[in-house]
């Protein structure tokens, strides 16, 4: 407790530079411990990680035991192995890395055609758009009306769905029933359906002001394992002329980048 000679110490005033000094080195040595474990799949003993830190032994116990203690590491048998905590980081670093190099590609494939790009997934019963890229010359389209419940009416949607089994296909429309979006929106399931069973498995999928007036869309269809995706590009309708062969040039684009996307893609 504060006496009347003694003033409490100000919880919020900044650290002194030696506290600090103190701070980013424990940190510093904490994360050496743990790219040490990182380096041994089958666990490592103490005094190993030590010699490998250059960490005198007192100090690498004290940190090994607070990094076990917050999950980051697990003991077992006298090893210590990454936890919990330190493999969540590692794999929400792999899926930014993984969006990273996906929206890269987008901005890439956007400048080179002169359009904006868009990536979306089907997943887990719904269309998921996972990444758009346009630049304020070329703008996306507005997302008006959501594109979950409306993917009868845009060509992602009508891409997705064109790549899912007749039960899941039906399920969907089920959920999310044919409605007009425009005057020129497809008018019904049934002749939705027989649009989709028509569509080659690896032609661009187009819709011409069915989802926004004044803008044609093409899709491309991609799959990945179970994982029915799709690339997209929109353009306003006085430029039509350009949506297949901008389709075509994305489609031909993906194919040569899609091994070394084909991870990334799936995220």
Same mark, same amino acid.
């Given at each position: 407790?504060?006496?009347?000679?003694?003033?409490?110490?100000?919880?919020?005033?900044?650290?002194?530079?030696?506290?600090?000094?103190?701070?980013?080195?424990?940190?510093?040595?904490?994360?050496?411990?743990?790219?040490?474990?990182?380096?041994?799949?089958?666990?490592?003993?103490?005094?190993?990680?030590?010699?490998?830190?250059?960490?005198?032994?007192?100090?690498?116990?004290?940190?090994?035991?607070?990094?076990?203690?917050?999950?980051?590491?697990?003991?077992?048998?006298?090893?210590?192995?990454?936890?919990?905590?330190?493999?969540?980081?590692?794999?929400?670093?792999?899926?930014?890395?993984?969006?990273?190099?996906?929206?890269?590609?987008?901005?890439?494939?956007?400048?080179?055609?002169?359009?904006?790009?868009?990536?979306?997934?089907?997943?887990?019963?719904?269309?998921?758009?996972?990444?758009?890229?346009?630049?304020?010359?070329?703008?996306?389209?507005?997302?008006?009306?959501?594109?979950?419940?409306?993917?009868?009416?845009?060509?992602?949607?009508?891409?997705?769905?064109?790549?899912?089994?007749?039960?899941?296909?039906?399920?969907?429309?089920?959920?999310?029933?044919?409605?007009?979006?425009?005057?020129?929106?497809?008018?019904?399931?049934?002749?939705?359906?027989?649009?989709?069973?028509?569509?080659?498995?690896?032609?661009?999928?187009?819709?011409?002001?069915?989802?926004? !007036?004044?803008?044609?869309?093409?899709?491309?269809?991609?799959? *990945? &394992?179970?994982?029915? @995706?799709?690339? =997209? /590009? #929109?353009?306003?309708?006085?430029?039509?002329?350009? !949506?297949?062969?901008?389709?075509?040039?994305?489609?031909?684009? *993906? &194919?040569?980048?899609? @091994?070394?996307? =084909? /991870? #990334?893609?799936?995220?």
């Amino acid at each position: 407790m504060a006496t009347a000679d003694t003033a409490p110490a100000d919880p919020y005033a900044p650290p002194t530079p030696q506290h600090n000094a103190t701070l980013i080195g424990s940190v510093q040595r904490a994360m050496r411990l743990l790219e040490a474990v990182a380096e041994h799949e089958h666990g490592a003993p103490a005094k190993q990680l030590a010699r490998e830190t250059g960490l005198a032994l007192p100090t690498t116990y004290h940190l090994l035991r607070t990094l076990v203690h917050e999950n980051y590491l697990r003991r077992e048998k006298g090893l210590f192995f990454l936890g919990e905590a330190a493999e969540r980081l590692s794999s929400s670093g792999a899926r930014q890395k993984r969006r990273s190099t996906v929206n890269e590609a987008l901005a890439r494939w956007r400048d080179s055609i002169g359009v904006p790009v868009y990536y979306a997934i089907y997943r887990d019963g719904e269309i998921e758009v996972m990444g758009v890229s346009d630049t304020p010359g070329n703008p996306a389209v507005e997302e008006w009306a959501d594109f979950r419940e409306t993917g009868h009416a845009h060509a992602i949607g009508q891409c997705l769905l064109s790549q899912l089994d007749e039960s899941t296909r039906r399920d969907h429309l089920d959920r999310y029933p044919v409605q007009s979006i425009t005057p020129y929106t497809v008018r019904d399931s049934r002749t939705l359906l027989q649009r989709l069973e028509r569509t080659s498995r690896m032609e661009p999928v187009t819709e011409r002001q069915e989802y926004a !007036l004044g803008t044609v869309c093409a899709a491309i269809p991609i799959t *990945v &394992g179970d994982t029915a @995706g799709t690339m =997209a /590009i #929109s353009l306003p309708s006085h430029q039509v002329d350009r !949506l297949l062969p901008a389709a075509r040039q994305l489609q031909s684009e *993906v &194919g040569r980048a899609l @091994g070394s996307l =084909a /991870i #990334s893609i799936s995220i």
